[in-house]
């Protein structure tokens, strides 16, 4: 059985080891975007075995999602850049369950939070919960830390990156890594510079 998280393990498991993958018993995945592969994967027929999709299971969704990602966007950040958070304007991109965590995480460190969310019932559950909705274009010039966490694809592009401050932070809280254009970075204009 592989338990996968995102679908990596069961896209490695169909391309390099396919006789190994037909004698699996079953697969159990639990992002958004396995999920994703896996319809793929069954849409052209190379899915040869029986797969649960434990994303949509209430646990899922309404703990792990919130509670797990309420913790792991502080450790994330910190561990990685080293920051401050009281008083850092960011702008998180989505207010699902993964994005409620991560404003609920950043507000309590003092924060000031903005929210981007196109779906009028979160929207609404944002500015209940006392963030401002804003479209990412108001407020991308003046952010220090943008995290998406919409499980959709482009919702930082190029044109958003070339308006932000020196320094801004920009990170993605779900599985997906297309949320962010970084393929639009692949070019000769920017200087890419190591900073750890």
């Known amino acids: 059985m592989i338990l996968d998280d995102g679908g990596d ?19 159990v995945e639990e992002s958004v975007t396995g999920v994703h592969r896996l319809y793929q994967l069954s849409q052209s ?13 209430v646990i899922k969704t309404k703990y792990d999602n919130l509670y797990s990602c309420r913790e792991s966007i502080l450790d994330s950040l910190k561990r990685t850049t080293d920051i401050m958070f009281g ?31 196109i779906d009028p019932i979160c ?19 003046k952010v220090d830390i943008v995290i998406t966490a919409t499980g959709n694809k482009n919702v930082v592009t190029r044109d958003n990156m070339d308006k932000m401050k020196n320094g801004c932070i920009v990170c993605n809280m779900g ?4 949320e962010i254009d970084v393929l639009s970075l692949k070019t000769a204009e920017p200087t890419w510079e190591k900073v750890r």
């Open 9 to 27: 393990a069961t896209h490695v498991m169909v391309k390099k080891y396919p006789a190994v993958f037909k004698l699996m018993r079953g697969i």
């Open 45 to 57: 027929n190379k899915l040869s075995v029986p797969a649960m999709n434990v994303n949509d299971s």
């Open 87 to 117: 008083g850092k304007q960011v702008v998180v991109c989505g207010y699902g369950q993964v994005g409620k965590g991560c404003c609920q995480s950043l507000k309590n460190m003092g924060c000031v939070v903005f929210v981007t969310e």
């Open 123 to 141: 929207a609404l559950q944002a500015c209940m919960d006392g963030f401002q909705v804003v479209k990412l274009s108001e407020v991308v010039q």
């Open 175 to 178: 599985h997906s890594n297309t």
